[in-house]
């Protein structure tokens, strides 16, 4: 305990304790944090899903018909239809065999690296004799960094989207069973992994693909399917494994897997995540189908929400500010030092605008920013007020480059 309370001191000291503010309400443009009405600008329900009336009524419908939880594993009593009709209609919506789902994209991540890479011991011991590798992007999401770690094998973190570097690895674990990962839009630099070459790196040196559609489902490519479908790329036959979140634009809770009806048909024995936790709620299995007609049928709230992505960030390069690599509705505005950021944050708040800031070991050290995220929902003159506010706070903390 000695320990944590050092610990805790040091970030008092440094004003480095995140506030933790309260939000009152549903994550729409406008919300009270803290009692305060605010502009939300950091929420990843990018399309405006988790407030549409039709995803709220499924969700209502299916707590009315089956109550508030799974009160399973979806191995025992918690095999409900509403999970297997999500998992349908996934599988349908990202063009594979088949799906598999988990309560949350975290444990998605967990259960499926360490079943693929590390196998539970059925069967005869010449199963497992190969030495495995996982080549792992140096900005992947911290649940595949843990799920990594997890699996017991060799890791080795190529540099960030770099194919040269990621194909020199290859190579040089030639002879082992391998598993390149990747996200396939950043979670906290906004950028897009070359699929288009990774496919093809994975196919010459027989490494199987995994990748986390987190941010990209619902908003990538020409139908809102995903990172594959921008690069014309296909579940299965170019990619093993699909994994993605149901907690950004989809909306709700839970991760999934696409990929080949055998791939699912082994993770459900596999996932160690999956066996031992209780199944999704079925009022988020519900409005997860409910979220994937709507991204179908509706594509122009796609396209407001990119009309908004491209307004915020051309204003937000016009003041100065750094993107960085942001091509997504996630756009990063770097700030560098921790208390910098905390301060923007602080300043932002007061004037009207909920965006906290994101710090190691979230990202690298010295690269703290604020993640601001766009939805389809907001307005221009929201977005206009965000600009302002942000040019006379960049202002007074030195952070324009002219
Ligand atoms: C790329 C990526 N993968 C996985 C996750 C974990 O998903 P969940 O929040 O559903 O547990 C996140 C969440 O932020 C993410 O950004």
Same mark, same amino acid.
């Not at 707590?63 to 095999?79: E, F, H, I, P, W």
């Not at 194909?167 to 082992?176: A, D, G």
């Not at 923007?344 to 009207?352: A, E, I, N």
């Given at each position: 305990? *000695?320990?944590?309370? $050092? ?18 309400? !549903? ?59 999500? *998992? ?31 196998? %539970? ?25 843990? +799920? ?27 002879? $082992? ?26 196919? $010459?040196?027989? +490494? ?45 809770? !839970? ?26 709620? %079925? +009022? ?14 509706? %594509? ?12 915020? $960030? ?21 700030? !560098? ?5 905390? =301060? ?31 939805? +389809? ?18 202002? =007074? ?6």
């Amino acid at each position: 305990m *000695e320990e944590i309370r $050092r610990i805790l001191e040091y970030l008092e000291k440094h004003n480095l304790y995140p506030d933790m503010r309260i939000i009152q309400g !549903g994550a729409e443009p406008e919300v009270i944090v803290d009692g305060k009405k605010v502009l939300m600008f950091s929420s990843n329900n990018y399309l405006g899903l988790a407030t549409h009336p039709k995803v709220v009524n499924a969700a209502i419908e299916a707590t009315k018909k089956y109550g508030v939880g799974a009160d399973g594993s979806r191995l025992l009593s918690g095999n409900l239809q509403v999970h297997r009709d999500f *998992e349908i209609a996934i599988a349908k919506f990202k063009g594979g065999e088949d799906a598999i789902v988990w309560p949350t994209g975290y444990s998605a991540n967990l259960g499926v690296i360490t079943a693929i890479m590390n196998p %539970p011991k059925i069967g005869p011991l010449d199963f497992f004799r190969r030495k495995g590798v996982i080549l792992s992007d140096s900005l992947n999401h911290a649940s595949i960094v843990d +799920a990594c770690k997890m699996s017991g094998q060799k890791v080795v973190v190529y540099k960030h989207c770099n194919t040269a570097d990621l194909e020199k690895k290859l190579k040089k674990y030639s002879k $082992r069973k391998k598993l390149v990962v990747t996200d396939g839009v950043f979670s906290m630099d906004g950028d897009v992994a070359p699929l288009d070459k990774i496919t093809l790196l994975c196919k $010459r040196y027989d +490494a199987m693909l995994m990748i986390d559609e987190a941010h990209s489902t619902g908003m990538q490519g020409e139908n809102g399917h995903g990172t594959a479908e921008r690069f014309g790329l296909e579940a299965v036959k170019d990619i093993d494994i699909i994994l993605g979140t149901c907690s950004k634009a989809l909306a709700a809770t !839970g991760g999934f897997v696409v990929g080949s009806k055998e791939l699912i048909k082994y993770l459900r024995i596999a996932s160690r995540s999956y066996i031992f936790s209780t199944a999704m709620t %079925p +009022a988020a299995s519900a409005s997860l189908i409910a979220s994937l007609k709507i991204i179908e049928s509706e %594509p122009g709230i796609r396209e407001k929400m990119w009309q908004n992505t491209e307004c915020l $960030r051309a204003g937000f390069n016009s003041l100065g500010f750094d993107t960085l690599s942001s091509e997504t509705q996630i756009i990063p505005v770097l700030i !560098g030092p921790d208390d910098k950021a905390v =301060e923007f944050s602080r300043r932002l708040f007061k004037r009207g605008v909920y965006a906290p800031c994101v710090r190691w070991p979230a990202v690298e050290k010295g690269k703290a920013r604020i993640r601001f995220t766009v939805m +389809a929902t907001h307005t221009v003159e929201q977005i206009n007020f965000l600009l302002k506010t942000c040019e006379s706070i960049g202002s =007074e903390l030195n952070l324009l480059v002219k």
